[in-house]
């Protein structure tokens, strides 16, 4: 019986080395005290609302500013996951999808939002999430709030060539 155990002990063990996981991608992420950074930042900046995402798509903060209206909050929320799933500036992407006839039905997508102030978020090439600003006077200086933060906060918005 000791024979027995041995051989099916020796057995379950080799069986096992051969299902060992698999090497998994490690990732950066964007965690909460960066993200409450980023947010600080940008309504340092400028008025409005901001949201950041990290790299799954999940809303890690969101900040209004005083009197801004309430439909700001989904705009800078939905500006934010446009960037992260497009890995591009919304105000860039908005230009391209206008100057090309095959895309003119991606406002019919009710995630994304085709106006100026979402950026992606990267750090060492790899995206990390990515921040949207609404309500401060238009795509532009919504965009430029945004560059501001993610600068002062040492994030790229762009993968390096």
């Known amino acids: ?47 409005g609302t901001v949201s950041v995402l990290d790299r799954g798509g999940n809303l890690l903060v969101t900040l209004r500013g005083d009197g801004v209206g309430p439909h700001n909050t989904a705009a800078s929320q939905r500006k934010a996951y446009t960037a992260l799933s497009t890995k591009t500036a919304t105000r860039l992407f908005a230009e391209r999808a206008r100057n090309n006839p095959e895309t003119a039905n991606l406002n019919t997508l009710d995630e994304l939002l085709l106006l100026g102030g979402g950026i992606p978020l990267f750090a060492a090439d790899e995206l990390v999430g990515a921040m949207g600003v609404a309500g401060s006077g238009g795509g532009e200086q919504d965009e430029n709030c945004a560059l501001k933060a993610a600068e002062k906060t040492g994030l790229a918005t762009t993968r390096s060539q």
């Open 1 to 47: 019986m000791t024979v027995k155990y041995l051989v099916a002990s020796l057995a379950f063990s080799l069986s096992a080395s051969v299902f060992a996981s698999p090497e998994l991608p490690r990732h950066a992420d964007l965690d909460l005290k960066t993200a409450q950074l980023l947010a600080n930042t940008a309504m340092s900046n400028c008025t």
